[in-house]
């Protein structure tokens, strides 16, 4: 390869840091133009810096082979209050082919309340073919026929254990869930491990959570210590408004359990955020980011939105038909009509999945129902830490854990005799 990739990296870090989006994405192959505009890398770098704060140093770019002949380049970036790293696909003529801007991950400890000795963790394959994922299955151990819970991350590209920077909130969840004798089954998303899904034709909310959330189902469903009548699913964020589509895809869902998991179309709820972002760190940058999510999703609200629709003019460079999908879809009707217990947990200090804009919508819905149980921990922030006053996105970069309070609502829950009076309450209704 002729290009010096690794000069190319620091470059397009340096011309983010600087605010020059357009000679980045001067720097995009046909396809990744395709799905971002310099208008959507700026508002995603602005993002994360209003989480981090201003870049403080550019670490030395680790390269290495990837798929089709392109060259991985992963620049660390140094920011005042964390790191993150920027990924890149390079080809031979030094275009970008990828590029995604991730957290950069610490090291994980466990919570207090999980027990590693009361559990086993093995690898795990969900789905079959070419689309298949890994995954990793929590066993208890020795407590006989278990209920089980599939994990479903939120919006965006997550590995199995929801990795945000230091924090794991996905394999904070199994671990104390299994502690307490759940058996727990989290798995990377499609996206996460075949990245190109988004720019296949017709992709929707329902190609990226469904058929390896039914196939992890089936999965858990087969395990010899696990009673089969009692999996259920649990969805956070995103995963959680997939979640009754899940179910209804697939019946033998006992139930749902919805964390954080947002009512609204999530295009509105993206200018919601970026205002509230606007308020907590003001100035240019985010003002510009305000604007570019705003037209966005405008885009998505116009009747002249069709599959033809650049996805670089929709929120997060997503296809048109994601949006097509999402704009009409009704995540509280859905779950509605599955008549099968739930439980709906909200953290009170929540921007991105509020009370007033989201938990409002569920309880008018579904809170008249005795097999609906629904409440709010009003310490907590999007991923259940607990805190005091306004929430930041630099809530998420110091290492924290899932509330224990949290842990303990769900397994409580999906305990035996809980589950059994909820049934029966149904059977009398």
């Known amino acids: ?18 605010g020059r989006f357009d000679e980045v994405a001067a720097l995009f192959g046909p396809k990744l133009r395709a799905a971002v505009s310099a208008g959507t890398l700026g508002a995603a770098w602005t993002t994360e810096q209003a989480k981090l704060g201003p870049v403080t140093g550019i670490g030395t770019p680790v390269t ?17 209050r964390g790191e993150l790293s920027v990924h890149m696909a390079i080809d031979d003529d030094g275009k970008l082919q990828g590029l995604r801007i991730a957290p950069t991950t610490g090291d994980w400890e466990p919570p207090p309340y999980a027990a590693p000795r009361r559990f086993a963790e093995q690898d795990v394959t969900v789905g079959d073919g070419p689309l298949a994922v890994p995954g990793t299955l929590t066993l208890p151990r020795g407590r006989g026929r278990q209920a089980g819970v599939v994990l479903l991350a939120g919006g965006g590209p ?34 996460h491990v075949h ?6 034709p017709g992709f929707t909310m329902t190609q990226e959570y469904v058929p390896h959330a039914v196939a992890a189902v089936r999965l858990v469903q087969r395990q010899a210590t696990v009673d089969p009548g009692r999996v259920f699913v649990l969805g956070h964020s995103l995963g959680g408004k997939a979640a009754p589509r899940v179910a209804a895809a697939e019946p033998s869902v006992a139930g749902l359990v919805l964390l954080a998991a947002d009512a609204n179309p999530m295009h509105r709820s993206a200018i919601r955020v970026a205002r509230y ?24 609200d116009s009747r002249d939105l069709s599959p033809s629709t650049p996805a670089a003019d929709l929120p997060f460079g997503l296809p048109a038909s994601f949006w097509l999908d ?3 879809y009704d995540p509280v009707a859905a779950a509605a009509k599955l008549g099968k217990p739930m439980l709906i947990l909200q953290g009170g200090r929540d921007y991105q999945v509020t009370v007033q804009d989201d938990l409002t919508l569920w309880r008018k819905g579904l809170g008249h129902r005795a097999d609906v149980t629904i409440r ?8 259940f830490f607990p805190g005091a006053g306004k929430s930041t996105p630099a809530d998420y970069a110091s290492p924290q854990h899932v509330d224990q309070a949290v842990i303990a609502d769900i397994a409580q829950w999906l305990a035996p005799r809980q589950h059994g009076f909820l049934s029966r309450l149904k059977i009398l209704r």
């Open 277 to 300: 972002l606007a308020s907590v760190n003001p100035g240019p940058d985010v003002e510009d980011a305000v604007t570019t999510i705003t037209r966005q999703a405008e885009r998505v």
């Open 1 to 18: 390869m002729g290009t010096d990739v690794a000069a190319t990296g620091i470059a397009v870090v340096e011309m983010s840091r600087d």
């Open 326 to 328: 999402e704009r009409e």
């Open 376 to 383: 709010v921990h009003d310490a907590e922030n999007h991923l």
């Open 64 to 80: 290495e082979p990837g798929e089709a002949g392109l060259v991985r380049v992963i620049v660390p970036v140094a920011f005042e």
């Open 158 to 191: 997550f590995d199995r254990d929801e990795t945000s920077g230091p924090n794991k909130p996905l394999k904070d969840l199994a671990w104390g869930l299994a502690s307490r004798g759940v058996a727990v089954l989290r798995f990377d998303k499609v996206t």
């Open 195 to 200: 990245g190109s899904v988004t720019s296949e």
